[in-house]
């Protein structure tokens, strides 16, 4: 993986050309401010300081229970821009501080001039932002306890009510088939690659990547994260379930409707508490 | 799940009505104390300082252990009045101090003036208590290395002497039974739910809840933490000795029955110790 | 598992009478120094300040290696007095200090007028140090990842050379048989079942103990102590090898041979310098 | 395992017969300035500070992530002389301090007079320094969760991308052929088996020990390091697929030559971060 690292003028210049209008109202660019204002909607500002707040928590929150470890990302649509998400730069996700939490349009571009570097795999977040307007927030990561699922002719289930949002099924999407049965360096790395996931995704809560890990969305921050970890969980005890040799009861599509109107608003209570004090 | 926010005088009203005397009894309410006087027992009071410091220190004993994630709950039995229990509010274990702890009827009703939100499964010790006179404390939890014995057709039973308590027998407890056979939110959120599960506990120490947890009760908040959390230590020894593929020796019910006098006095000491510093 | 609180006169008392000369040589009796040096070796004094610090240590090691938890101990001979051998007083392993350290002669009395709670399993010590002048230290843990192969009819086996002391293969102590085919409470807690467990663990470094746990056994405290750590973890390991369902290759018994001579110093030195820094 | 004390008067004797000049060019030795300045390099110095700092993160690193407990080494090729490399005294890898790391010229001779105990398995990594000039630093480890392939006839293969680098195959050092079908006490401590071990490493970056460990080599610090980790977590998850019971889809050797690229630079900084702060 070669690190992207920003070149602000560059892209600036490129989408100058493309996309100009939709790029100014986005960029706090001094040089051109009236264009902007007069053909495209007036900038939406930044992001609330509590959505900011929020997204820190949740990479930290991630990290401290194992979901994410040095790799991965989390992002938040925009409160006040829904063309718009958050992202942190490319940095340890125990790390990241609000600092590093950057705008990006909907196609990918970074919107602040910041600095920094990019995360390769931003695509996942644009391209599923475009086509899930219920989505608010998403995981990607390479939680370990997911890999043997992701690779598995056993398909991932739920086993407990904690995480019932997997009745709907959990989708795997294989890069080879995305890239035209290409072989890949197995990265969401380009639009192309961040639709086809987002196709794998359609309407459900998680999908699963092939030999990489997941990517797990919410209508908020807190759900994202709360079906992160308990979907992290599950794996492992399906796992122990499936070892114990038995058989085994799995939660009902029915009793997963039911229950999926949790907002782990308890949990998230705890969690950061816990993440923030370290 | 839905939040169940108190709302102390929708409660205080209705309660009135049904049940006046015996509720008056129990709630510190200036406006009718003579009342309460002439037709119930006198207010027992508050329990005893010990009690509420020893179930403080359960929450967070059983975070420690991972028994408890940021859900689950562990209450006692009051010690000044059988007939009424103590739970926290709904708040994650390791978060949860003495200011947290409210009193309850056996009907699951709050008798405590304390706002707050409530446990939505507070119904699980309620109806316990009233059936197992010999029970003093309950834990509600869904550690993980049980939910797979939970799901499974291979019984939980004990490895090894600290677990021997289990050698009565495990039984599952199936919400949709419970429910006369239909679909749940996989919650024991209501008192014919609450009394279903106390009938499957019937007079055993403990009980898996079918794709969410176990109930686990003693006769001391010690012994029920105790058993909690070498119960969880068991279901993963038994998973492994079954994995090694050879026969496996469970301890015998006469052992069982010979070793149950341990207190986990000193293990008490330890965990509270250490659980309280963090 | 009652506790056995320590009354000394009792204790004294009795001994007096059965066993005057020998007991009173390790009793600090002020009531009849005489008479105990005319008939009895003079005291040895206390044990040396540093293995007292080490024996702590130990406790603290295994204690953070997760061999103990809050149950189990560790002992070592008497470095002034082979017929002597120190131990905790009843204490969860993290909390001991060289305070909780007692003295006992190989009867499994204790010599010191220390008061507390005595372990119940004191058996287990003095009679192994009574027939095996080459032990120096005792572990009796119920560590979990042993506690599969204690019952499994797969024995426990080297994977590799950390714990290649098992080479010589590893005993498995049945109580019942112990006891003469009757049930038991599973606890080594009188000197004949001290001494079936001595005779089952033989010449060799560590027995299993069905349903129970482990005793190991080394040449010093280090010794037992490294054992004990790799012993668990080679447990975990051999599991896992078997569970990849191909075949296994274990430490050859003339490898095993060749790979005792190490005394764990490193191991010690890291291990301590965690342990007493928590 | 006997330690192997450093008498520097001893070896530099011997050496000085030996292999005089190469030796003296190495070693500050203020006797002999000039005879080692005719017939070979002049000494190269020190190791770059920032060197031997991140040498120093790499044993905390890999402590901190169980790739290494009280046992285990890395080393690093000396930046300003490629015929040395750096290894610190034999000490638990969680202790090792900028002081501990000592200069080894290839025959794995200490090139510097600071004292204390040498790795006795320090043959790993002269050897492999001589024939793969590629290496900048190698670790030896006993983790465990490598164990159970080194003694498998199940191959370990990469699950997914953060271990990649294992589709070129990892072969296991199987020390009996090595030492010519004789029993050994399983340790690489002398240049006939360190010689065998990096014709068994061949080209690959890692080799498995079998019973013991195994070998990791990189282009830098950070490679060797990263992959460590990662190459422990990928057998877990291999382990747990294979547990599963179903079909298992590994990573392409295409896929695995086309993400061969990261540097773990991201997980560098985390990593260093957190084991730094401990």
């Given amino acids: 993986m070669k690190q992207t690292t920003l070149h602000h003028r560059r892209v600036t210049r490129r989408k100058f050309t493309a996309d100009c209008a939709m790029l100014l109202a986005g960029i706090a660019l001094g040089a051109a401010p009236r264009l902007a204002a007069q053909t495209a909607p007036a900038p939406a500002g930044p ?10 928590a949740a990479y930290r929150i991630l990290a401290d229970h194992g979901v994410l470890d040095a790799y991965g990302h989390v992002s938040a649509r ?7 998400y958050l992202l942190s730069r490319s ?10 939490i950057l705008a990006y349009d909907l196609d990918n571009n970074p919107v602040d001039d910041k600095g920094g570097t990019l ?13 899930r307007p219920d989505v608010k927030a998403i ?3 390479h939680t370990p306890s997911l890999i043997p699922f992701g690779i598995s002719t056993v398909p991932l289930q739920p086993v407990y009510h904690m995480a019932a949002f997997l009745w709907e099924g959990v989708p795997v999407f294989e890069i080879r088939e995305a890239a035209g049965r290409k072989m ?35 209508p908020s921050i807190r759900m994202a994260v709360g079906r992160s970890i308990y979907m992290a969980i599950n794996a492992t005890l ?30 998230w209570e705890t969690w950061k ?3 923030m004090a370290k």
């Fill in 47 to 56: 992001a609330s300081p509590q959505l900011v707040e929020d997204l820190v």
């Fill in 78 to 84: 925009h409160d006040r821009d829904p063309d718009r």
């Fill in 91 to 100: 940095r340890g996700p125990e790390l990241v501080t609000a600092d590093d």
């Fill in 119 to 131: 995360r390769k795999e931003r695509f996942i977040h644009g391209e599923i932002y475009k086509v």
């Fill in 139 to 141: 995981v990607h990561c």
């Fill in 184 to 218: 890949t360096n197995m990265l969401v790395d380009n639009p192309m690659l961040g639709q086809a996931l987002a196709q794998t995704l359609g309407s459900k809560p998680a999908a699963l990547m092939r030999g990489h890990g997941a990517v797990v969305v919410g």
């Fill in 238 to 267: 399906q796992n122990q379930a499936i070892g114990l040799g038995g058989d085994v009861t799995y939660i009902d599509p029915e009793e997963g409707r039911l229950t999926t109107l949790d907002e782990y608003r308890r949990g």
């Fill in 273 to 275: 508490r816990r993440a």
